[in-house]
């Protein structure tokens, strides 16, 4: 029970942006642009594997995934996110807001638990190419898509149960623009220690060690690549994941930058900003990097683009 004349809070409110008055039309125009490009990129990838045949490889099926997530995570903050911006902030109930952190969370650490399934892709593609369709049969994929999503979803239910047992007293105000766990703590009147030793718990076997198993890997790989004696070779081999590793750094580097380096993090532009790379610019990028710097997405997009000015190209008659 919340002491004195404190009420207990039955619901949030959501500050997002703070001082935007002047610049409210831009920065809404730009989000909604990011996110019509987010939405058509990962849509793109998804149509792309799952409709061409020689697509429908390992690589590209946790690819398929990894589009699924970015895809999942945006959907869940930017729409509310462009509702803050031209309301100038919103109320969004308790259970709202644990649902939005709790698919948050799992559309995280889904993706970085498939980076490093895409990882170990790569390391036996290129570490074991002879015993690469024996080691990455359809069995073995399968168990890689589905483990990642059985095991962020199944798992962050028990974080959300403590949630609801944390009371919130007097201030509900969370100065963000999503429920992330840092603001909800901010604000609860009970003890929190317990939650937050169980998210640390969650973070390890879900963040740190799929970052270890990814560095391995490509340890591994660089090793076998400085192994081959042409340089066409070398290059072959590395231009296989290199667009994997992009968006590897990308994605931890964001995570680093945030939650290792908190420069700013007493102000609420220096969270709000730095929130901003995971939550708008790597979704953002993600596509991009794979369908600009991939060519067998490229020569896929080519191919259904050809196929459809055939079909929609007049047919005129001919005379004789």
Known sequence: MCAGNESTVTEFFILGFKNIENFKFSLFVLFLLTYIVI??????????????????VPMYLFLRNLSVT???????????????????GGDM???????????YCGSTFTQSLILMVMAFDRYVAICHPLHY???????????????????????FPIEIAM??????CGSKIIEHYFCDFAP???????????????DLIF??????????????????????????????????????CSTHLTNIFIFYGTQITIYMFPVGEDTFYGKTVKSLLY?????????????????????AMQKILYKKSKRTSPIYPMFS
């Not at 949630?163 to 919130?168: E, K, T, V």
Request: a positive charge; charged letters at 10%; proline letters at 4%.
């Open 279 to 299: 939550t708008v610019l790597t979704p953002f990028i993600n596509p991009i990097i794979y369908t600009m710097r991939n060519k067998e997405i490229k020569r």
């Open 93 to 103: 109930s308790i259970t709202g807001c644990f649902i939005q952190y709790y698919v």
């Open 133 to 155: 369709a024996a080691l990455m049969n359809h069995k073995l994929c399968r168990h890689f898509i589905f483990w990642p999503w059985a095991i962020c979803f199944v798992l």
């Open 39 to 56: 939405l058509l990129g990962n849509v793109s990838i998804i149509i792309l594997v799952s409709t061409c045949h020689h697509l429908k």
């Open 203 to 240: 973070s390890i076997p879900l963040m740190l060690m799929p970052f270890v198993m990814i560095t391995v890997s490509y340890f591994c790989i660089v090793i076998s690549i400085l192994k081959i004696t042409s340089m066409a070779g070398r290059w072959k081999a590395f231009s296989t």
């Open 163 to 168: 949630l609801f047992q944390l009371q919130f």
């Open 184 to 198: 909800i703590m901010a604000i609860a009147s009970s003890d929190t220690s317990i939650v937050e030793m169980e």
């Open 70 to 88: 970015d895809l999942l995570f945006t959907t869940n903050i930017m729409p509310y996110m462009l509702y803050l911006i031209v309301m100038g």
